[in-house]
């Protein structure tokens, strides 16, 4: 596996001129690490992650990857069409692989998602964090080395968030992919990652990085996780303040 | 043989949406049946009062039983059932053609953005054009034969057919194409596994509209029309003074239009919906 983003930049086009949403970005990342993006919105975190899987290209700058990647978005997006397991085993039957190993694989998954007694169900079926899971199963039965997570949580109750952070730290220590996170929590960023880069206002840069080294599995209520995330808080909070002046700006 | 394969299919598709909440959707449509049997019946009633009440002659206001009897009649002695027969033929074959050419056009005008600029608003613009306003054209061309109503039933279904397809297409969630791509999906197999299921409901929806304009389009060409059918046998109640005819006929129209757009459509559409969840 290999990642390296070297100096990218990303500007949006459009007829009052050009909107720069990312520039000069530097990232490497390590077979088995977790590395969560964190900045104020529009910042161009999921610009990046559109970018390292292809769906945008670069303005300039170029991404070396080397090994399958795979994408969840902040939806579910699972096919509505499809029961749970035929959802799950929608890229290995793209990939024609064969029918027991499909089954063999999607069973693995779904006990590892604990949603085995709904792999008959459709979708809409299920709450909005069993759809969630789904899609991470969807995605991991590719067995991708790179994990793009978008804001994956952002719209599940914080209960169902607090249950889905532990899965899937077992999940990331159990298969070891490296796992790029965005997402504008600061406080899930440094209970899940192994990095947290803090972006600044648009045009993205990346301001500063914070390693975070405490044991695992860890919890949103650590006192660890919330030391660190204030101190992350702070160095973010200059960078909203900047939004909103553009803001403000803007409308007069 | 193949068509044996088919059936089996279709019942075994039919049999896994069913096994959820069958039996309450049972008790639903017994009470709906219910429901609608009395009110058939309270229209024959009220039917048969205002006859009883003589305001109208009755070769021009017959009487339920009298429509009935023509009805029973006709259909034991053959009239109806071929004029039935000829009728499907034609619409069977012309929505056929509309089904599969208006299809590849909505995907074509959906996709390529030329086709979107220029023939799209033209489409939108014939299809406001009734049917039957073909028919002169069709005769000129094809003369005095079935090519022409069906080139007329063709010209009332395919456009609306197009529109609802292309409707379809454009407003797919980007981000399940997204997903789909994500996963492997491209080139055929994006239109195979997400682009064709995704539209799957908003297609039926059309499919069973096309339908009525079908159905629309062959009885007033089959009116104007000197040829066989049920259109036809509608016009010869007319011709003969034979009301009680007139209003048997407009009655088998009624029920098969009913049958296609409630029992075979209507089914599909929501059975597709529960599966979907879009049922409220």
Known sequence: MKLQIRNISKKYYNPSGHIEALSSINLEAVQGEFICLVGPSGCGKSTLLNLIAGLEKPTSGNIVIDGKFGFMFQEPTLFPWLKVKDNMAFGLKIAKKDKKEIKETVDYFLKLVHLKPFKEAYPHELSGGMKQRVALARTLVLEPDILLMDEPFAALDAQTREILYNELQEIWQLTKKTIIFVTHNVREAVCLGDRVLVFTARPGKIKKEFKITFPRPRELGDLEVIKVSNEIKMELKDEIEKVIREMEQYNK | ?280
Do not use: H
């Open chain 2, 1 to 280: 043989m193949k068509l044996k394969k088919l059936l089996e299919k279709w019942n075994n598709i039919t049999n896994s949406l069913n096994i959820l909440n069958s039996q309450l959707i049972m008790k639903r449509r017994i009470n709906k049946a219910v429901k609608i049997l009395a009110i058939i019946f309270l229209i024959f009633f009220l039917w048969w009062l205002i006859y009883s009440l003589n305001f109208w002659p009755g070769w021009l206001f017959p009487s339920p039983q009298t429509v009935i009897k023509t009805l029973f009649k006709g259909f034991l002695n053959g009239t109806y059932i071929w004029g039935i027969l000829i009728s499907m033929r034609r619409i069977f074959i012309g929505f056929g053609i509309s089904l599969l050419f208006g299809t590849a056009l909505g995907f074509l005008v959906a996709k390529i953005k030329l086709l979107r600029q220029t023939i799209d608003p033209l489409i939108l613009g014939l299809q406001t054009l009734p049917s039957i306003c073909w028919l002169p054209l069709a005769l000129l061309w094809f003369g005095l034969n079935e090519k022409a109503i069906i080139f007329v039933v063709v010209m009332g279904t395919i456009l609306s057919i197009t529109i609802s397809v292309k409707g379809a297409v454009t407003s797919i969630q980007p981000s399940l194409i997204n997903a789909g791509k994500i996963l492997g999906a491209r080139g055929v197999n994006l239109y195979r596994y997400i682009i064709l299921p995704a539209i799957l409901p908003s297609y039926i929806t059309g499919v069973k509209q096309g339908w009525s304009f079908a159905w629309r389009s062959l009885m007033s060409g089959e009116m104007l029309f000197i040829t066989a059918g049920l259109g036809q046998l509608l016009m010869f109640g007319r011709e003969l003074n034979d009301m009680a005819q007139v209003m048997a006929v407009m009655m088998v129209i009624v029920i098969i239009g009913v049958i296609f757009d409630q029992f075979i459509f209507g089914n599909i559409e929501s059975r597709l919906n529960y599966k979907w969840g879009l049922l409220k």
